[in-house]
């Protein structure tokens, strides 16, 4: 009677709360003798959306790949909703969707076909995979092009079918891994309204995401993750926080005043600042803008020529740049990361 | 629009639905081939040529001239045919796995064995293809098969169960292997050897004794054999026995062989 078991213990876990739909502890993948993902810890919330934000080869969709039983983890453990991605796989494969970065639909058959298909195979009858095939499609907007092979459809209409093939079943829980990567900012807009629109209905959702933006604006907690580890894990107020709510940019005309000028910011800001790579800028997160005048009449002062001056809001970038001490660059494999400890 | 509920999640997929599951994906492949229809080109081509190649080459040196030659190469290459088909399944596999919807379907709470069956299942529409064609070919040739009508048909579904059975093997490649070509380079190599060390086109009498040994031996000179006293003779042998328990065997060790490797690999 496990079924029993499973319901007794998600009630004991929603006595302390929200359920947990995602709680990963020490997950590890290996790919050959690099460590895509090591030692990620995760707790997701029932009917939360969840922000896993890092760069290019963080380990994002590697995680969200064991999670959604697509790859079996090296080490550690997973369960989503208390079953065990690896000996209960079959019925974690009952409750979740999965949207990857490339759409995840058949190119040959038609939009119409493609969710009948799936609708099908979970067990719809003929007349309800179609009903759920149209109501989904008009949901989408795709009704006009229902009936066009999906070689014929443009980047964002695919990815829209994609994420409507995962809700045909209605999982409590759902995997976007970049769901708007190379997309154009209307059907970002689109997709996001789409996201929030599964979360009121009760839908968990963990996304991934190179863009702090994405994350802010639709995550109530977000797991910053750097070469398989989770540096940062926080709201994304916290995480801003950390970095400070905007940052300034210094761009020097001569690269030996550098080090002279990183001495003045800190001082004026009282807080850190980055070198850039290339070493003719600075980079410091500003906390109180009214500081900024006196750093520019410090900087003048000390005869430093500054060639550009920007104050940005965070990006992913100071986000690393702060948390790691390096760039948000796709990582090198095989290298040893100088990861600090998590905040 | 209320989610699943998370205590009715049962934790393995009933014997129904797994075959219901396979059809779809079976009907998922028809669709494709009728997208697609040029991938049928194997099975419409091969059987044509073949014949006619075979028969006005071989014809005359091994029966006397090419009329006498039919009811001898008709069932060689019918099996040659088909069973070069069921190659092509593997490699096709092999193809389609690596898109991305087979992501999707193996996120999907369905049989893990569905995707395959499914893919093997659709593919039986062109060994029936293949079939009927040789067959025509044949009659158009000349050959009337003394067995009649029934026998005929008899002798076409042996072969495409036993080719079903076969593509398990060509499945298993399928999944295993990295690349297309890598799938249909293996498969030549064990198939062209079963094909032609066999009965299919000459009498096994002329060859020397070693090789008889092995083509006595080879399954496929029993599947030849079978079709051949069906459609030639309307004679049910035990080679017809020998076939079908040959090509269980094959499924029961190819098919979990199979899946298992497909759900090791992602």
């Given at each position: 009677m496990q079924t029993l078991t499973q319901a007794a213990r998600s009630q004991t876990t929603a006595a302390q709360g929200a359920p947990l739909a995602i709680e990963a502890h020490q997950l590890v993948k290996l790919f050959g003798r690099h460590?895509?993902?090591?030692?990620v810890d995760l707790q997701v919330r029932a009917g939360t959306v969840y922000g896993l934000l890092g760069p290019n080869g963080a380990g994002k969709t590697t995680t969200v790949r064991m999670l959604a039983t697509l790859l079996r983890p090296d080490g550690g453990q997973a369960r989503i909703f208390g079953y065990d991605v690896v000996k209960e796989a079959q019925r974690v494969r009952q409750l979740i969707g999965v949207t990857g970065q490339y759409a995840s639909v058949d190119e040959t058959l038609t939009a119409m076909e493609n969710l009948m298909l799936f609708g099908r195979l979970l067990g719809l009858s003929r007349r309800d995979a179609r009903q759920t095939a149209e109501r989904l499609l008009e949901q989408f907007g795709l009704t006009e092009a229902k009936n066009r092979p999906l070689r014929h459809f443009s980047g964002g209409m695919r990815r829209r079918l994609d994420l409507a093939a995962s809700l045909i079943a209605r999982p409590p829980l759902i995997f976007l891994d970049e769901p708007t990567t190379g997309l154009d900012p209307r059907t970002r807009a689109q997709m996001w309204d789409t996201i929030r629109d599964l979360v009121r209905e009760g839908t968990t959702v963990l996304l991934t995401t190179q863009y702090l933006d994405e994350a802010d604006q639709l995550a109530e907690r977000i797991a910053v993750i750097d070469r398989g580890r989770v540096i940062a894990e926080g709201t994304p107020d916290e995480l801003k926080s950390s970095v400070g709510q905007s940052s300034l940019h210094l761009t020097f005309q001569n690269p030996a005043d550098v080090p002279r000028a990183r001495e003045i910011v800190e001082a004026a800001l009282g807080a850190q600042a980055t070198p850039s790579p290339e070493g003719r800028r600075l980079i410091a997160p500003v906390s109180d803008t009214s500081r900024l005048p006196d750093v520019l009449v410090a900087l003048k002062a000390a005869g430093i020529e500054i060639s550009e001056l920007g104050v940005q809001k965070p990006t992913l970038d100071e986000v690393f740049l702060t948390l790691t001490g390096h760039n948000a660059e796709p990582t090198t494999e095989g290298e040893d990361a100088d990861v600090q400890p998590r905040a | 629009m209320s989610n699943r509920a998370l205590d009715t999640v049962p934790a393995r997929v009933s014997a129904t639905s797994t075959l219901s599951q396979s059809l779809t994906m079976a009907y998922r492949g028809l669709l494709k081939v009728r997208r697609?229809?040029?991938?049928l080109f194997d099975v419409t081509v091969q059987p044509i040529i073949f014949t006619l190649m075979f028969t006005y080459i071989f014809g005359g040196a091994v029966s006397g001239n090419p009329q006498n030659y039919l009811p001898l190469v008709i069932p060689g290459i019918l099996v040659q045919t088909v069973i070069t088909a069921s190659v092509v399944t593997g490699v096709q596999l092999r193809e389609d796995m690596d898109k991305g919807v087979f992501d999707r379907f193996r996120s999907?709470?369905?049989?893990?064995?569905a995707p395959l069956a499914g893919a093997l299942i659709a593919d039986t529409v062109r060994y029936l293809i293949a079939t009927l064609l040789t067959f025509a070919v044949g009659f158009i040739m000349g050959w009337r098969p003394q067995g009649g009508a029934f026998h005929v048909v008899l002798a076409g579904l042996l072969v495409i169960v036993c080719a079903f059975a076969l593509s398990w093997i060509f499945a298993f490649f399928g999944v295993i292997a990295r690349t297309a070509t890598s799938v249909q380079g293996i498969s030549m190599l064990i198939l062209f050897p079963l094909t032609f060390l066999s009965n299919a086109y000459v009498p096994v009498n002329t060859m020397p004794k070693w090789l008889q040994a092995f083509v006595n031996i080879n399954p496929l000179s029993h599947l030849i054999a079978a079709v051949r006293d069906l459609a030639n003779r309307g004679l049910v042998t035990s080679d017809i026995a020998i076939s079908l328990a040959g090509a269980v065997i094959l499924m029961l060790v190819f098919a979990p062989l199979a899946v298992r490797m497909y759900m090791r690999k992602v």
């Open positions: 460590r895509a993902v090591d030692g | 697609t229809p040029e991938q999907l709470p369905i049989a893990r064995i």
